[in-house]
C-alpha cells in the first residue's frame, strides 16, 4: 500500500536522508581509519631531548597525584624534563608543588601576568614551549595519571617523517551513571580522532596526551594565529601540521600509552567543558571541515525535528527517526567494539542505548552555547 505524503514531505524526508548519510559515511571512514592504525615498528625511541609541558590552574587536588606520576615514568631522566606551567593559581598548587617534588629535572614556571592574557591555557603551553629545552614537546595535564612505561610507549611512534602524535586519554572507572556516561562518550570522541587520524583526516585530539617536534611547531608558526582564541592548543596545531608541513601525524595505539583523568563531578562542569570544547569548531581554518561539522549537527537537529515533524506534518517521519537513530546506534556501537578490541579492554558498554539517547540533546545544546555564549574555566570566565 503506497503512502500518500505531499511533495513538501518528501523534500524534508530527502533533507534528513542525505544528512543520515553523511553522518553515516562518516563513521565508516572512522571505523576504516581505526582499522589502518598500526602498533610502532619497533621500540627505538629518538635520542632528542624530551619536554613535557603540563599547565596547571587550581589543581590542588591533584597537582600531588600526577607529580608523583610523572616522578615515577621510567624513562631515563637525563632525557627528558618537565615543565609545569602556573597560570595564576589561586589556591595551593604552587605551594604544595615546592614541597612535593624530589626531581632534579623537573620545574615550575609561572605565566607573567600580561603575557597574551585571553589564549589562556594556550598562553600557558606557548610560554612553556618558548622556555623548553626539548626537540621534542609533550603536553599533558595536571589532572592526568600515567603508566611508568608511558613517555617511552608515546615516543616510540617518532620517526623522521612524523611531526605529531596523538595518543589516548580514559576516564577512570566511575560507580555513578553520569561517571558511565562520561566514560563511554569520552571514550567515543577519543576513537573518532583516533579513526580520522588513521584515515588520513586528522581533527580532533586531546591536549592531555600529544607530542611534537618543536622545529615543526615552529615551522607553522606554532599557535601565532590562534592566540586570540581560549582553547585550540591540540587539534588546531594538529591541522596545521598536517595541512601546512610535509610530516605526517600518527596515532599511538599502545595501551602502556594510555593517560587517565577523572571525569567530571558536577553536570555544570561538565557542560562547560563541553562547551569549550565546542567552542573550537568554527575557527578551524579548513572551511570544508566546518561545512561537515555542521552537516553532523543537522543530523542530530533533524532527529528531534523528526518527532515533532511526526506529530504536527505526517506519522511517516516516526519512520525516519526509528530508521535514522537505528542506523546512528549501530555504526557507533561498532566504533566502540572496536575501540575495546584495540585500546580500551574494560570498556563497558551495557549502558550504551542510554548514553545515546542522553548525548543528542546535550549535543545540540552545547553547540549552540559552545559557539555563541561564554563558559567557565577553572574558575575563569572565557567570553566568546
Known amino acids: 500500500m503506497a503512502i500518500d505524503i505531499s511533495s513538501t514531505t518528501a523534500f524534508i524526508l530527502a533533507g534528513f536522508l542525505f ?3 553523511h553522518y553515516l559515511f562518516f563513521l565508516v571512514r572512522i571505523l576504516n581509519g581505526l582499522k589502518k592504525l598500526k602498533p610502532a615498528i619497533n621500540n627505538n625511541v629518538p635520542d632528542d631531548f624530551v619536554s613535557i609541558i603540563i599547565p596547571f590552574r587550581n589543581e590542588e587536588e591533584n597537582l600531588v597525584e600526577n607529580l608523583k606520576s610523572i616522578e615515577n615514568l621510567s624513562y631515563p631522566s637525563e632525557k627528558f624534563e618537565v615543565i609545569y606551567i602556573d597560570d595564576s593559581s589561586e589556591d595551593q598548587s604552587v605551594e604544595l608543588f615546592k614541597k612535593n617534588v624530589t626531581k632534579a629535572n623537573i620545574k615550575i614556571l609561572s605565566v607573567p601576568d600580561t603575557y597574551s592574557q585571553n589564549a589562556h591555557k ?4 606557548r610560554y612553556g614551549i618558548e622556555n623548553a629545552n626539548g626537540k621534542i614537546i609533550v603536553t599533558t595535564d595536571a589532572d592526568c595519571f600515567y603508566e611508568k612505561n608511558w613517555l617511552s610507549s608515546l615516543l616510540k611512534y617518532f620517526d623522521s617523517k612524523t611531526g605529531f602524535i596523538s595518543a589516548p586519554v580514559e576516564f577512570k572507572n566511575g560507580i555513578s551513571l553520569f561517571a558511565e556516561f562520561q566514560k563511554l562518550e569520552f571514550t567515543g570522541l577519543v576513537l573518532c580522532g583516533a579513526g580520522l587520524i588513521g584515515s588520513d583526516h586528522p581533527i580532533i585530539c586531546n591536549a592531555a596526551n600529544i607530542a611534537y617536534r618543536k622545529n615543526v611547531f615552529d615551522e607553522v608558526g606554532g599557535f601565532k594565529d590562534q592566540m586570540n582564541l581560549s582553547s585550540g592548543d591540540d587539534e588546531l596545531l594538529m591541522q596545521k601540521i598536517a595541512k601546512d608541513s ?6 599511538c595505539i599502545d595501551k602502556s600509552s594510555i593517560v587517565k583523568t577523572n571525569s567530571n563531578k558536577t553536570l555544570k562542569d561538565f557542560f562547560h567543558q563541553r562547551k569549550r570544547w565546542a567552542s ?10 566546518v561545512l561537515k561539522l555542521i552537516l553532523i549537527y543537522l543530523l542530530y537537529l533533524g532527529l528531534i525535528a523528526q518527532l515533532i515533524l ?8 516516526i519512520l525516519s527517526f526509528i530508521f535514522s537513530i537505528t542506523l546512528k546506534f549501530i555504526f557507533e556501537f561498532r566504533i566502540l567494539l572496536k575501540g575495546k578490541e584495540m585500546l580500551f579492554n574494560d570498556l563497558n558498554l551495557k549502558n550504551f542505548l542510554i548514553v545515546e539517547i542522553f548525548q543528542i540533546p546535550y549535543i545540540i545544546v552545547t553547540g549552540i552555547v559552545g559557539v555563541f555564549g561564554n563558559y567557565l574555566w577553572k574558575q575563569r570566565k572565557i567570553k566568546r
Do not use: C, E, Q
Open 122 to 125: 594556550k598562553r600557558a603551553v
Open 246 to 251: 610535509s610530516f605526517t601525524v600518527k596515532f
Open 19 to 21: 544528512f543520515l548519510s
Open 310 to 317: 511526526s506529530y504536527f506534518l505526517h506519522p511517516i517521519f
Open 280 to 289: 573550537k569548531g568554527l575557527f578551524y581554518s579548513n572551511k570544508s571541515l
